[in-house]
């Protein structure tokens, strides 16, 4: 994936230009504040404060388009995840991941991993992408995948940077 051509808005409405993580071993995860899978950030949490300093970063999209769980604005949601999780990665605007608006970034990504039996839609909220410092998609995990059970392809890809 050609991270240069993404520009994504963060929550604070700063553009942040995707070509800043090139190099870095990147988690993408589809995220809502009022999912039974949303005690996951800790977890995300925890491993970006792990592996940061060797490469790893992880990129949260909130997203409204499953149950209507996450329907705060930027400052709602950005206060949630800093109060509750203590959330320090990079959180940006809520955007859609299915259908005919969804972020480009998110077309791609499921182009190049599609889900089960080949499906290219985002099934449910904290689906989650592993991204190479080289910019190849390694994997497609289910929000039923908790983000501890990413460590060993984590630790994988932080290697081979």
């Known amino acids: 994936m050609d991270l240069n051509k993404y520009t994504m808005p963060l929550l604070n409405g700063t553009t942040q230009p ?8 990147l988690l993408i995860v589809n995220t809502a504040s009022k999912c039974g899978f949303t005690p996951q950030y800790k977890g995300l949490e925890d491993l970006y404060n792990k592996y940061k300093d060797q490469g790893l970063v992880i990129l949260g999209f909130p997203c409204n388009q499953f149950g209507k769980q996450e329907q705060g604005d930027s400052a709602e949601i950005g206060a949630f995840c800093e ?17 005919d608006q969804a972020a480009p970034l998110y077309q791609d990504l499921k182009a190049e991993a599609p889900g089960l039996l080949g499906t290219q839609g ?8 592993l991204i190479s410092s080289k910019g190849n ?4 995990y289910a929000p039923t995948t ?11 890809a932080l290697r081979e940077r």
């Open 83 to 99: 109060k509750n999780y203590g959330v320090t990665f990079p959180i940006f605007e809520k955007i859609e991941v299915n259908g």
């Open 146 to 156: 908790k983000p501890e059970d990413l460590e060993e392809d984590i630790c994988t």
């Open 122 to 129: 985002i099934k449910w909220n904290f689906t989650k992408f």
């Open 137 to 140: 998609v390694i994997d497609r």
């Open 18 to 25: 995707l070509s800043g993580y090139q190099g870095k071993v």
